[in-house]
């Protein structure tokens, strides 16, 4: 499947910005869904994930209560609803995507780049004081 992010840009801090990705699979809804970020000279770090139903979510500590994943399968479309942004989100932010069943009987949740076998190009998000 192939991933295209989109609806980075310039904001500033405590505005709001809402990103895409969007599948090329008609069989989008047969894949959970991952964002990642990666600021200048740091590595790529996970932000959310949701599952392929869309009824699971899970988010890194430091998006928690401001960020919000969802998907729309019928869309093959999944995005991140980013408020109260801050200055240390201003990172390119990746959309990923996994077959592998992760949220099938299991409470692992897939938050490490090797859990994800699909990845979309990024999109700059910068956030100003």
């Known amino acids: 499947v192939q991933l295209q992010a989109s609806g980075g840009g310039l904001v500033q801090a405590g505005g709001s910005l809402r990103l895409s990705c969007a599948a090329s699979?008609?069989?989008?809804?047969?894949?959970?869904v991952g964002w990642f970020r990666q600021a200048p000279g740091k590595e790529r770090e996970f932000v959310a994930t949701?599952?392929?139903?869309?009824?699971?979510?899970y988010y890194a500590d430091s998006v928690k209560g401001r960020f919000t994943i969802s998907n729309d399968n019928l869309k093959n479309t999944a995005y991140l609803q980013m408020n109260s942004l801050k200055p240390e989100d201003t990172a390119v932010y990746y959309c990923?995507?996994?077959?592998?069943?992760?949220?099938?009987?299991?409470?692992?949740?897939?938050?490490?780049?090797?859990?994800?076998?699909?990845w979309g190009q990024g999109t700059l998000v910068t956030v100003s004081s």
């Open positions: 699979s008609r069989t989008f809804s047969t894949y959970d």
């Open positions: 949701i599952s392929r139903s869309g009824g699971r979510k």
């Open positions: 990923a995507a996994t077959w592998r069943p992760y949220w099938s009987g299991s409470d692992y949740r897939p938050r490490v780049v090797d859990d994800y076998d699909y």
